[in-house]
């Protein structure tokens, strides 16, 4: 049973570049969260994707932005990279949008920011 | 704004000894509870979950919830050098229609000594 997996595994890009983060659910799972993790924080929320769609976002700019595609698997893209967008970007998948269903969370990808 | 907090430790046990671990939160509507484990440099690892009140037990974890005092407790029994981690606890709280966002508290730290 596979679980949730992303890549690539770390990346490193210099200020103004883009960048696009994949990531593929755990079997039977529908639902894909994306979040953002910098060091000694707690994961942030940044949106959610369910049937194709953005469900939820939280506090993060419109340089982020992501699709799912049908067979669930989704991408996180994000524009005019900051060095404040150095971080662990996590990828989490659960069953059916999100009410009381644990999340299951990828490796993630280690961006680096130069 | 939903908060969610921890105290972010570390927390220091021996070898055998039983850590509590605490976390309250700020939304009434709150509906689930988790907690995760996350060792250095990795993801986080989903260890309990928890949605009535009460005490949940499962081998050498237990999750106790309160909803009246919006207080989620992690125990783990025994605890092993192997426990040594970052934990994490996550709420799922009501962010408008029928959608539910996960929300993190930053983390408490556990050393376990040998």
């Known amino acids: 049973d596979a679980g949730v997996t992303q890549s690539p595994t770390h990346l490193i890009k210099t200020r103004g570049q883009q960048v696009t983060l994949r990531c593929s659910p755990k079997?039977?799972?529908?639902?894909v969260s994306w979040y953002q993790q910098a060091l000694g924080q707690g994961p942030q929320f940044i949106f959610q994707?369910?049937?194709?769609?953005?469900?939820q976002r939280g506090n993060f700019p419109d340089r982020f932005s992501g699709h799912q595609f049908p067979n669930y698997s989704s991408e996180l893209n994000v524009n005019a990279l900051l060095l404040g967008d150095s971080a662990l970007y996590l990828c989490?998948?659960?069953?059916?949008?999100?009410?009381?269903?644990?999340?299951?969370f990828g490796d993630g990808t280690r961006l680096s920011i130069l | 704004q939903k908060e969610v907090e921890q105290n972010s430790g570390p927390l220091s046990v021996p070898e055998g000894a039983i850590a509590s671990l605490n976390c309250t939160y700020s939304?009434?509507?709150?509906?689930?509870f988790f907690w995760y484990r996350q060792y250095s440099g990795k993801s986080p690892e989903l260890i309990m979950f928890?949605?009535?009140?009460g005490d949940k037990e499962d081998g050498r974890f237990t999750a106790q919830l309160n909803k009246a005092s919006q207080y989620v407790s992690l125990l783990i029994r025994d605890s092993q050098p192997s426990d040594s981690a970052t934990y994490l606890c996550?709420?799922?709280?009501?962010?408008?229609?029928?959608?539910?966002?996960?929300?993190f508290g930053k983390g408490t730290l556990l050393t376990v000594n040998p």
């Open positions: 989490a998948s659960s069953l059916g949008g999100g009410f009381g269903q644990p999340q299951h």
């Open positions: 079997s039977g799972h529908d639902t």
């Open positions: 994707y369910y049937e194709e769609e953005e469900r």
């Open positions: 939304d009434r509507g709150s509906q689930s």
């Open positions: 928890i949605y009535s009140n």
């Open positions: 996550a709420v799922n709280s009501p962010s408008g229609g029928s959608n539910y966002k996960l929300t």
